[in-house]
């Protein structure tokens, strides 16, 4: 599977963006798709997830700021991010897992910035 992300950018804190994903190359309803966070210095951490079926599960510090959704007819996941927080800013990668193998696969990342 090939992921295509876009949407990233500078907003001010209090602000939205919203990133999304365009997946090709495989049956998209076999993947469980995320979307991940990394700053310079620190492992790359888990923002959402929602499963084939549409379950989302989020981290603590992005419930009820952020949503992610999936489009299983146009192969999209998308990222809606509400109240950003300058903590927000990092480089944002979207993930999809195959729910056969458990292989995690990537696309490039999307720069988000927050300004105070």
């Known amino acids: 599977v090939q992921l295509q992300a876009s949407g990233g950018g500078l907003v001010q804190a209090g602000g939205s963006l919203r990133l999304s994903c365009a997946a090709s190359?495989?049956?998209?309803?076999?993947?469980?798709m995320g979307w991940y966070r990394q700053v310079p210095g620190r492992q790359r951490e888990l923002v959402a997830n929602i499963t084939n079926g549409g379950s989302p599960n989020y981290a603590d510090s992005v419930k009820g700021r952020f949503t992610i959704s999936r489009d299983n007819v146009e192969k999209t996941v998308t990222l809606q991010m509400n109240s950003l927080k300058p903590a927000d800013t990092a480089v944002y990668y979207c993930g999809a897992q195959s729910t056969y193998s458990g292989r995690l696969y990537w696309g490039q990342g999307t720069k988000v910035t927050v300004s105070s």
């Open positions: 190359g495989s049956i998209f309803s076999f993947y469980n």
